[in-house]
C-alpha cells in the first residue's frame, strides 16, 4: 500500500449526483439503477472487472452516451431528470462543468501540442493569448516544457495523455473524469500518468476516475465504488472497500490483486 497520506473528506453539496441510472444497449442492460454522488475535492475510483459499465457510466455523466432512465445532476440542476434531457443549450452549460481524459488520448494528430490545448477553450470564447499562456502554465505542470511544437506522433504514449489531461484542464472544469487513463500505457508510463493525477488529488481537484490500478485507488480515493454486472455492489472508503469488503463478489475480485 502507498504511504500517501489520503487528504481529509471535504464537507459539501455534491457537484455531481446520480440516481437510479439506466442504460441498455438493445436488450442488454449495461447500467442498472446506479446511484452515487461526488462533493467537491473528492477523489472518486471507480473499480470492477471489465464489462461491468464502469466506462458506460463516464460517458453517461458526460452525455456521451444517452441513459434510458434515471436522474444526473450538476450542482444541484438536472441534467438528465426521470429519463428526460435538459433542454439542448442547458446541457451544452453542464457541459462547460466537466472534463473528460480517454484511454486512447483522442489528440488531434494534425494539430501541435499548442494547438491541441488551446483549441477547446478558445472555441468556448477564450483569447488567444489567454488559451496560450494558460497552456504554457498547464505544460509545465505537466513537465512538458519545450513539447509546445511538437505533434501527437513525436511524443511517447505517457507524454500524450499529459498533453491530453492538460488539454481537459484548460477548459477550468469543476469535474474531471479519467475513463481508464493507464489502460493503454506500459508500466513505466503508467507511473508517470499516475504521478500527475496524484499531484491533482493533492490540489483538491474533483475527480471520478475509472482504474485497473488498485494500488492507485486504495492510495489517492476518498470514496471507491466496486462495479460489476451493470451494478454497484459495493461502496465505501478505501480502508473499507480494500481491507474489510462486505460482499463477497467484492472480495473475488479483489483476491486477484497483491495487498
Known amino acids: 500500500m502507498s504511504k500517501e497520506t489520503k487528504l481529509d473528506q471535504p ?5 455531481l449526483e446520480v440516481r437510479g441510472l439506466q442504460k441498455s444497449f438493445g436488450s442488454i442492460e449495461v447500467l442498472k439503477d446506479i446511484s452515487f454522488s461526488v462533493t467537491q475535492g473528492n477523489v472518486v475510483t471507480v473499480i470492477g472487472p471489465s464489462g461491468s459499465g464502469k466506462s458506460t457510466l463516464l460517458r453517461c455523466a458526460s452525455f456521451l452516451e444517452t441513459a434510458n432512465g434515471g436522474d444526473i445532476l450538476y450542482d444541484g440542476e438536472y441534467a438528465l431528470k426521470d429519463g428526460v434531457y435538459a433542454e439542448k443549450k442547458d446541457l451544452n452549460r453542464f457541459r462547460t462543468r466537466f472534463g473528460m481524459v480517454f484511454q486512447n488520448f ?3 494528430p494534425h494539430y501541435s501540442v499548442m494547438k491541441n490545448i488551446c483549441e477547446p477553450p478558445m472555441l468556448r470564447g477564450c483569447g488567444k493569448e489567454e488559451a496560450r499562456e494558460r497552456a504554457a502554465q498547464l505544460l509545465q505542470k505537466m513537465g512538458l516544457e519545450g513539447k509546445e511544437d511538437a505533434y501527437p506522433c513525436q511524443l511517447s504514449g505517457g507524454q500524450q495523455q499529459r498533453v491530453a489531461i492538460a488539454r481537459a484542464l484548460a477548459l477550468e472544469p469543476e469535474i474531471l473524469y479519467f475513463d481508464e487513463p493507464t489502460s493503454a500505457l506500459d508500466p513505466e508510463l503508467t507511473g508517470e500518468v499516475l504521478k500527475v493525477i496524484r499531484q491533482l488529488a493533492a490540489d483538491r481537484m474533483t475527480m471520478v ?3 485497473h490500478e488498485m494500488a492507485f485507488a486504495r492510495a489517492v480515493s476518498h470514496r471507491v ?3 460489476a454486472d451493470g451494478c454497484i455492489v459495493e461502496e465505501g472508503s478505501p480502508e473499507q472497500v480494500f481491507e474489510d469488503p462486505r460482499q463477497d463478489r467484492t472480495k473475488q475480485f479483489l483476491s486477484n ?3
Not at 11 to 15: F, L
Request: glycine fraction near 0%; proline fraction near 6%.
Open 225 to 227: 465504488v466496486f462495479m
Open 209 to 211: 476516475v475509472v482504474t
Open 106 to 108: 483522442n489528440l488531434f
Open 257 to 259: 490483486y497483491t495487498k
Open 11 to 15: 464537507a459539501s453539496a455534491p457537484i
